[in-house]
């Protein structure tokens, strides 16, 4: 998996930072969690597991502008 496709999983969960919370408080554990961020974003199992395993730091103005930078950077 390249990084380039973690960091558009990554850019592409912060663009709506609440439903994305939405689909992870309405999954019953972390499994069922995967399963839909896979089914609503169409990510494969690693990516899902990247935006679940982001801290909530990385959700700020600040980090999401840094995050949309590298994947920009990323796509050169």
Not at 1 to 9: D, F, G, I, V, W
Request: glycine share 2%; proline share 1%.
């Amino acid at each position: 998996m390249s990084n380039s496709q973690l960091l558009r999983a990554l850019s592409e969960a912060l663009e709506d930072p609440q439903a994305l919370l939405a689909v992870i408080l309405d999954s019953e554990d972390r499994e069922a969690a995967m399963a839909a961020l896979q089914e609503r974003y169409g990510w494969d199992e690693v990516q899902a597991m990247t935006v679940l395993d982001m801290q909530f730091r990385r959700a700020t103005r600040a980090d999401r502008d840094l995050i949309m930078q590298e994947f920009e950077r990323a796509q050169d």
